[in-house]
């Protein structure tokens, strides 16, 4: 039987009002609180009881929740206000559902203490299986670690860890695409160009890179490999700035902004590691004067609606397609294998979805 949403919210706020007093977390370390073995009791201030209770409303608006017949799940997501991220969680919550789970989604407001915290609640309300978005990728250590000693099937997503630190524990699978594919993807884009990128002839491509989170291993190989294509096709390549976005279009704008009054002309290709920033540099370079596919080329990665509508306007060179549905079939499949009993080996447990790029040619077929 299904409960409505103000049911659940509520029971889920009396919930994390319990948990919070079973974990804990101190900066980025997991603790668990002492039990309290006393037998007395005493009674609770009005106003500390109304402060407890705004806390838990507090945290229960940033849970999004669905109900249904079959078991716990806990979702953690890095931030909610992450456009891909957002696209991602969507295709998690419908295939969930529409399978009868009950699911928990939490914020992590790309904050890794308050991340771990919600995997201990996790823990501690007795969820089936956890899918975990981390805020860091060099947080793996740490949340494997958690699961495995709670025993708890999980699936990290979007953000890989390395072979030997899954390796730990057989009940972790990663589903994801890889990002190596992704940037040799846009470096494929810019090639197919009918200049090669090189748009004023001088025999050399001169770029910009709007990187994300230089943490993050999909930035770091996006960033990498998408010039690698250009190089091991024979290019030659000039770096003429390289700046962190962090994944944000206003950043994305920003760094276009400042480096097209730095750099003029000369900027002949735009890479970015996300849509959401090539759309903030697609701001710039028109507000520049700037025309894309005549005096300069943008290509981003993930084929946001916004994305796709800016190739087929022309204003985008190209994206790169990061499923989100299939990944967010994936992940659940996945997550059914685990909870069915199957373990998997080191070595073996990631799955990953392939890329796709997305041209004014073809990107019809993605709308």
Request: proline share 2%.
């Amino acid at each position: 039987m299904r409960l409505s949403k103000k049911v659940v919210a509520v029971a889920m706020a009396s919930m994390m009002m319990v948990s919070m007093t079973a974990c804990g977390n101190t900066g980025s370390e997991q603790t668990s609180a002492t039990p309290d073995t006393k037998t007395e009791t005493t009674e609770t201030p009005a106003a500390d009881t109304a402060d407890a209770e705004q806390k838990a409303e507090a945290d229960a608006a940033d849970v999004a929740e669905t109900t249904g017949e079959g078991g716990m799940i806990g979702v953690c997501i890095y931030k909610f206000d992450d456009a891909f991220m957002t696209t991602y969680r969507n295709a998690l919550q419908e295939i969930l559902e529409g399978k009868g789970y009950t699911v928990t989604f939490m914020d992590g407001k790309n904050d890794q203490a308050e991340q771990n915290n919600q995997i201990n609640n996790f823990i501690a309300q007795g969820v089936d299986a956890l899918i975990i978005n981390p805020v860091m990728t060099s947080a793996a250590d740490q949340i494997i670690a958690t699961v495995k000693d709670a025993g708890i099937p999980t699936v990290l997503i979007n953000r890989e860890p390395t072979a030997e630190q899954m390796g730990v524990y057989d009940k972790l699978v990663y589903v994801g695409c890889d990002a190596r594919q992704s940037g040799t993807m846009q470096g494929e884009l810019i090639l197919d160009t009918p200049n090669k990128g090189d748009i004023n002839g001088d025999g050399k491509i001169s770029y910009i890179m709007i990187q994300g989170d230089p943490e993050n291993i999909d930035a770091q190989y996006r960033t990498e490999f998408s010039v690698k294509a250009l190089t091991d096709a024979g290019m030659e390549v000039v770096e003429l700035d390289l700046q962190r976005g962090d994944w944000d279009r206003n950043k994305g704008q920003e760094i276009a902004q400042n480096d097209l009054a730095q750099f003029g002309d000369e900027i002949e290709v735009v890479f970015c590691n996300n849509d959401d920033m090539a759309i903030g540099a697609l701001q710039a370079i028109q507000a520049a004067g700037r025309t894309v596919n005549e005096d300069i080329y943008l290509v981003g990665v993930d084929a946001l609606d916004a994305a796709l509508n800016e190739v087929e306007a022309g204003n985008m060179t190209g994206t790169v397609l990061n499923d989100a549905q299939g990944q967010a079939e994936g992940a659940v499949q996945a997550m059914e294998d685990l909870l069915g009993g199957k373990t998997f080996a080191a070595g073996e447990q990631s799955i990953y979805v392939d890329y796709v790029k997305v041209t004014p040619e073809n990107v019809a077929d993605f709308k």
